[in-house]
């Protein structure tokens, strides 16, 4: 597969995973491509951490109510830290955007599925921060995300995109 294929393949999975585990070959894989996006000013803002053991998971897990994605083999965690990089800007959630999508098309090409859970966790009950304190990450971190990883236990349909003409155009919008 290339990259292109990927980006037209990739898609949010939102069912239940089989019981296989993923290689740390290929978590490794799908974390490099993650922390080989760019970032603002090269800051590097983002920073990840892989849970494949069973006990682990079960306690993240058990924090995120309504639940999701509690049969994924594995997940990666991302972690942001809010550091000014240009007259004064973050570009925090910029940096980790990319960071995601990079680990989201790595997910797709090396066969496995994932989703894209930000506002789930970082509601108002701040589920991201209980997770968080089970991997011990420090106060000067945010958990942001997460992104189980495994193989798709169900088929199903990837949503249709709007034609490329209602988002896309050259040269101006169009005019009505």
Known sequence: MNTIEAINKRYSYRGKY????????DIITIMECGLNAPSGCNKQTTSLIAVDDREILDRL????????AETAP???CVLTQRINAY????????????????MLLAITELGYSSCWYEGHITDDDRICDKMAKILNVPDNYELVCFLPVGIAEEKTTVPQKKPFDERAWFNSFPSE
């Open 74 to 76: 594995a997940i990666i």
């Open 61 to 68: 897990f058990s924090v995120i109510d309504p639940p999701v």
């Open 87 to 102: 007259r004064d800007k973050c570009f925090a959630v910029q940096d980790y955007s990319a960071v995601i999508e990079n």
């Open 18 to 25: 089989r019981q296989v585990s993923v290689p740390k070959k």
